[in-house]
């Protein structure tokens, strides 16, 4: 199977680059320094899919830093909407598969959990350009996934950006204390996982949403507060401080977190348990800093 993947640079990118380039089933294709605004990618694109017979597209290109995406709202349509809509046209006049990442951030944070059916009801402008997306996609397309991770955590190798879970853990190795919120309640999803999604996903010729993520509904709080009680850190380390309390340019949404049976069911993936992944990830931080 022929695959281009687009935005293998970012952390959902990496993910599916290492997923693929594992499996002799799947060819991988990139295109060198392509930038959405600053060339004709449809042409660059086209030109691609001609000459390495390219048979799915994955796309995980996204300015997702949501504040940055309320500040520079034009920027953010033009990556986050305009860019999947011409993706989606060429998958259409080409006959080709498309998997697009998308994101919780489509939905309000009230009527949680939200499966598959849910409403899109976003918050902020990242997530009103996320949904127009989705919503694009799924008017024009037949066969396409739209894959809807939750916050992702997991190991992290030495270049690689901080998750959560990573975060917490090396400030408390300092001994450092953490301001963590009440609000913003997500179940996260182990990297491992949906890698496997992926893997079904691609391999299958899944179509349709999939809303992935763990099993544990959770604040920053109580993942701090959990993070302390399996590794042995002071819970004094840990403050609780209202969501209210820390501004942002874009509204955080209370609480997007997954209904996961369709992940479970149909994908047959069983999310890795939470604590003893948090173990897993702390001994391995705790060897690296031992050497
Ligand atoms: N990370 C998570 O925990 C998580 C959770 C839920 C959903 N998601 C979703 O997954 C998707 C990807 O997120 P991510 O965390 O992987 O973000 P990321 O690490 O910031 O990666 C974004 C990717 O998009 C590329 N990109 C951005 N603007 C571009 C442009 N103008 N032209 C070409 N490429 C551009 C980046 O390339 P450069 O680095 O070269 O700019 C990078 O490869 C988003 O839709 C996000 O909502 C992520």
Redesign the pocket.
């Known amino acids: 199977m022929n695959i281009l993947i ?10 599916v680059n290492k997923t693929i380039s594992k499996d002799n089933e799947f060819s991988l294709n990139y295109i060198d320094n ?5 060339i004709d ?1 449809r042409s660059v694109i086209e030109e691609k899919i001609e000459q390495n017979n390219i048979e799915v597209i994955v796309n ?6 949501v504040d940055l995406c309320e500040e520079n709202k034009e ?1 953010c349509f ?3 909407v305009d ?1 999947v809509r011409v993706l989606a046209d060429i998958c259409k006049d080409k006959n080709i598969r498309l998997i697009h ?5 489509v939905y309000g944070g009230a009527d949680y959990p939200y499966s598959e059916n849910s409403i899109k009801k976003p918050v902020n402008y ?1 997530g009103e350009c ?1 949904m127009m997306a989705d919503d694009y996609i799924e008017k024009v397309l037949v066969d396409y996934a739209i894959v ?6 997991g190991p992290k190798n030495k270049n690689e ?1 901080h ?1 959560p879970v990573t975060f917490y853990i090396e400030k408390l190795m300092k001994g450092e204390n953490i301001n963590l919120v009440d609000d913003n309640y997500v179940n996260m ?1 182990h990297v491992d996982d949906l890698a496997l999604c992926l893997n079904k996903i691609l391999k299958e010729k899944l179509k349709g949403s999939f809303n992935l993520s763990g099993d544990i509904s959770e604040c920053r709080y109580d993942l701090g507060y959990r993070i302390c009680s399996v590794c042995g850190f002071p819970h004094n380390l840990i403050k609780k401080v209202s969501g209210s309390e820390f501004k942002t340019k874009a509204k955080r949404p209370y609480n997007t977190s997954f209904d996961n049976t369709k992940m479970k069911k149909t994908l047959k993936i069983k999310p890795k348990n939470l604590d003893n992944s948090i173990l897993e990830i702390y001994k391995k931080m705790k060897n690296e800093k031992n050497n």
């Not at 995980?60 to 830093?65: D, E, G, R, S």
């Open positions: 687009l935005g293998d640079s970012g952390f959902v990118g990496n993910v392509f930038r959405v605004g600053e990618y995980c290109i996204a300015m997702a830093n920027q033009q990556v986050n860019f990442i998308s994101s919780n951030a990242y996320k809807r991770p939750i916050t992702v955590y950006r998750n999803l």
